[in-house]
């Protein structure tokens, strides 16, 4: 379950977490994932401070009554927060045991890189998942993100596969024959452009250790090293 401490203003939290109460046998099922940086309303604060990630990580906690998160990721790059910062945070959370594994979305390559090379150096918890823009239209990930993510065993989950609906603008009549002709195009471009990357290739590198703790029963994707989460077949 994917969501953040933004959506909805917290909203989509609190639904998530009454849903686990009501739905106890699924706990076991289902690995969330949140994220933080966006503001939690019009004025309110945002970015990747330590202190703002201990805040919200506490605040996220409560909303999904869980003690626990599998996955935690950083919503954006703060260009105004030394990433050592963030970094430290995040270690902090993990070695307490609140957070499983940390990642980043909406990181270019050389943000990530950077954050990669500060982790080994100063020996603290890296980015373990990327969760980028993917698309027909937005395919860059796959020159610059991707060699990364295949060099240092990380995972990669894409967002807005049909980029962000780009086409909508279109002159097409909902409900027409016409306007179901145009949304299968949209449909089958992105699958031929999304399909090459969602072959296992021979060679690929097993799935991270932590990986099979963190989500034992989640299906798992391999090209070229990369890891792509989802439920397929």
């Known amino acids: 379950l994917d969501t953040a401490d933004a959506y909805g203003l917290g909203r989509s939290e609190e639904y998530i ?6 739905k106890p046998e699924a706990r ?4 969330i994932a949140t994220k933080t940086f966006n503001p939690m309303e019009e004025g309110a604060d945002r970015g990747l401070g330590a202190a703002r990630i201990r805040r919200q990580v506490e605040t996220s906690l409560r909303r999904l009554g869980v003690e626990r998160l599998p996955l935690y990721l950083a919503h954006d790059f703060d260009p105004h927060v030394p990433q050592e910062e963030t970094l430290g945070a995040f270690d902090e959370l993990v070695r307490a045991g609140t957070v499983g594994a940390v990642g980043a979305s909406n990181f270019t390559a ?3 890189a950077e954050a990669l090379e500060l ?3 100063e020996g603290l918890t890296r980015y373990e998942w990327v969760q980028n823009k993917f698309s027909l239209l937005e395919r860059g990930d796959r020159e610059t993100v991707f060699p990364l993510c295949h060099e240092h065993g990380l995972g990669y989950t894409p967002f807005s596969p049909l980029a962000s609906y780009a086409s909508r603008n279109a002159a097409i009549v ?3 024959s016409a306007g179901s002709r ?3 195009g949209v449909l089958v471009k ?3 452009a999304l399909a090459p990357i969602s072959r296992p290739r021979p060679g690929a590198v097993c799935t991270p250790p932590w990986v099979e703790t963190w989500a034992p029963r989640r299906s798992w994707v391999r090209a070229g090293g990369v890891f792509f989460v ?3 077949g």
Request: aromatic share 14%; hydrophobic share 50%.
């Open 17 to 22: 977490g009454a849903w686990l109460r009501a």
């Open 110 to 112: 050389e943000q990530l």
């Open 28 to 31: 076991d099922r289902v690995v």
């Open 174 to 176: 909902p409900g027409s």
């Open 230 to 232: 989802g439920e397929w």
């Open 190 to 192: 992105s699958w031929m």
């Open 182 to 184: 145009h949304w299968l």
């Open 119 to 121: 982790s080994a150096l």
